[in-house]
Each structure stands twice: as structure tokens, then as C-alpha cells.
């Protein structure tokens, strides 16, 4: 499991220096249509499989949270189910409340790259009280 996530990782530099490196040359253009061809093969592969709700919960989580994978992917579609089962019994509403809720509290917001902690979140949100003196 360590030497895939090394290879990944070791990937990752080398997808960013080719894209620095692209960058450097002024070839911001070409920068922009590789990200978007990788951002829509991933898309593709994602969607492709399983429950279909899931799919859309993960591909939504990740875009608003504005991450590419959640650090702990391997429960993902596990908890996406989870979330959606969730945003079920709060309605669509009140899940996207507290969760944008979340994301505008910098602590929380730093924190979003996991979706057990979303999930964990939303589900045990406590409403703040204005304090009025």
C-alpha cells in the first residue's frame, strides 16, 4: 500500500513540475486544456460504476470542498451512501447548509478534505447561537 501511494505521490510532483515548467513558457492555454482533459477522464471514471446517487454525492463533495481526492478514499463510497442516506432525512436544503457552513469556518474548511469528517459534521451540526448582550 506504501509503495502505490510513494507512486502516486512521486506522480503528483511530476504532473506539477510539467505543469510549472508549461507555465514558465507562457503556455497557459495548453495548461488549461490538459487540466480539464484529466478532470473529465477522472469524471468519467468515477461515474462509471455503482450507485449512481453515490457517484454524484462524491463528484459534489469533491468539487465543492474544491479537492481532487478525499485523504481517507478508501471508505469513500462507503460514507458517500452514508451522506446521501443523510441528506435524505435532512433534505437537500438543509445538507447543503450546513455543509457551506462548514466550509466558511476556516477551521472546518481545512478539515474538509476527509469525508468521514463532512459526514460527522453535518450530521452532528449544532446550530450557533447569537449572542446579544
Not at 508549461?22 to 473529465?40: R, T
Not at 478514499?73 to 432525512?89: D, F, I, T, Y
Request: glycine letters at 4%; a positive charge; one cysteine or more.
Amino acid at each position: 500500500m506504501t509503495n502505490k501511494l510513494q507512486l502516486v505521490n512521486s506522480l503528483e510532483d511530476q504532473a506539477r513540475s510539467a505543469l510549472n515548467e508549461l507555465y514558465k513558457l507562457g503556455e497557459h492555454e495548453k495548461i488549461k486544456a490538459i487540466v480539464k482533459n484529466c478532470d473529465s477522464a477522472y469524471t468519467k471514471e468515477v461515474v462509471a460504476y455503482g450507485n449512481k446517487d453515490v457517484s454524484n454525492m462524491i463528484l459534489a463533495l469533491k468539487e465543492k470542498a474544491g479537492v481532487t481526492t478525499f485523504v481517507d478514499s478508501s471508505m469513500e463510497r462507503n460514507m458517500a451512501k452514508h451522506c446521501v442516506n443523510l441528506m435524505g432525512k435532512l433534505g437537500k436544503d438543509e445538507f447543503v447548509r450546513r455543509f457551506e457552513f462548514l466550509l466558511a469556518d476556516d477551521f472546518h474548511a481545512k478539515n474538509c478534505n476527509k469525508i468521514r469528517y463532512i459526514y460527522n459534521n453535518i450530521k452532528g451540526f449544532i446550530e450557533p447561537k447569537l449572542n446579544i448582550i
